[in-house]
């Protein structure tokens, strides 16, 4: 949460800080999910730390119930800000996540396992997720520049380019930690590439296959702020690993007007289909989809108010003509990241694949 963002969320009448109004409009298709995740890349620290935006985030504890209530099931908190507020930030987040009926997957309290395992509809899910490091210091790892103490380290699941070969045996691990546990689908939810970037380098090309190797199902990735393309690896055996490089801003204050493009206004809502035949007792990857959403700020009543505003929808109202041509350029950037082959004119939904 940028700090214009936190200004625009304050209501001076009440005195609190009020975050739902961001997701009014992408509500009815995160709540529909079976399991919903998002990567929550700010910190709760508490009212005892300043509220902030960047470099160093801290965030109301009341944008955690806006994500709950907007339907959200699992917060992501493996990401380069999540040692924003050092260890006491990373683990009270931990808490506010819980206490706001989600589950943290990322970031650990003392003695956790790395990942959870989930039950949806009789399926069960491994989940995990891993942030990159930024090199070492005095011995230490570091999380965005600022040493992790050893004795925390293993309440974050990071990976270093570095020392990548010895981390990928980790995560294999991890999920094969997973499957004896008796997960018959693996998600991993990845802080990794180059911001601003708009493809995969090859250190993500490279964990990709090292993961579809070792059995992952769903790659969501995050951290260079744009989107990038949409990938399915197939191995011998005939697994299939799909993979979001990156799905680009949900919500942010990272606009034309700081970054001198709108790439970082874009994101996609990725909606993941698997079926499961009971007979043979099999689960298939049935169908992706790519939501194209666009962050709308506008100015009303003294303040700015932002909203994740879904083009499926957005673009089907009477809308003003800066508007309509900010939203429709948002569309089209989409769409070549993607391909146009992918798009669905009537919805304006990304057909990714469908078996």
């Not at 260079?224 to 949409?230: E, G, K, N, S």
């Not at 001198?260 to 099999?282: F, L, P």
Request: net charge negative.
């Amino acid at each position: 949460t940028h700090s214009p963002q936190l200004k625009a969320q304050y209501d001076n009448k009440e005195k609190i800080y009020d975050f739902e109004n961001n997701y009014i409009s992408v509500k009815p298709y995160i709540e529909k999910a079976d399991i919903a995740l998002c990567n929550i890349e700010t910190v709760f620290a508490g009212e005892e730390e300043v509220f902030s935006g960047y470099p160093r985030f801290n965030t109301p504890d009341s944008l955690a119930n806006a994500l709950s209530k907007t339907g959200f099931d699992i917060g992501v908190t493996a990401n380069n800000h999540c040692f924003d507020r050092e260890l006491d930030g990373l683990l009270r987040t931990i808490e506010v996540i819980r206490d706001n009926s989600m589950v943290s997957v990322g970031t650990q309290l003392d003695g956790e396992k790395k990942y959870i395992i989930t039950d949806i509809k009789d399926v069960k899910v491994g989940i995990t997720a891993y942030t990159y490091e930024t090199g070492m210091y005095r011995g230490m790892i570091t999380i965005n520049g600022l040493a992790v103490p050893n004795e925390a380290k293993d309440n974050i699941n990071t990976f270093s380019y570095e020392t990548l070969e010895e981390d990928l045996h980790q995560m294999a691990e991890s999920i094969r930690e997973m499957k004896d546990e008796g997960a018959e689908l693996i998600i991993f939810y990845l802080h990794w590439g180059e911001e601003y970037i708009r493809k995969p380098n090859a250190y993500q090309k490279q964990i990709a296959q090292k993961l579809s190797e070792s059995g992952v199902d769903i790659i969501f990735g995050s951290h260079p702020h744009v989107l990038q393309p949409v990938e399915i690896i197939e191995q011998g055996n005939g697994h299939k690993t799909l993979i979001f490089y990156s799905m680009g801003n949900f919500i942010s204050n990272q606009r034309y007007e700081q970054m001198g493009h709108r790439y970082s206004e874009d994101g996609i809502i990725a909606e993941v289909t698997y079926e499961i035949d009971t007979r043979v007792n099999d689960i298939k990857l049935k169908e992706v989809k790519g939501i194209p959403t666009w962050v709308y700020r506008y100015y009303s009543e003294g303040r700015y108010v932002y909203e994740i505003q879904p083009l499926t929808d957005f673009l089907k109202n009477d809308l003003d003509k800066d508007t309509q041509w900010k939203a429709e350029n948002s569309l089209q950037n989409t769409v070549k990241i993607m391909g146009e082959e992918y798009l669905n004119e009537e919805t304006y939904e990304l057909i990714i694949y469908r078996d």
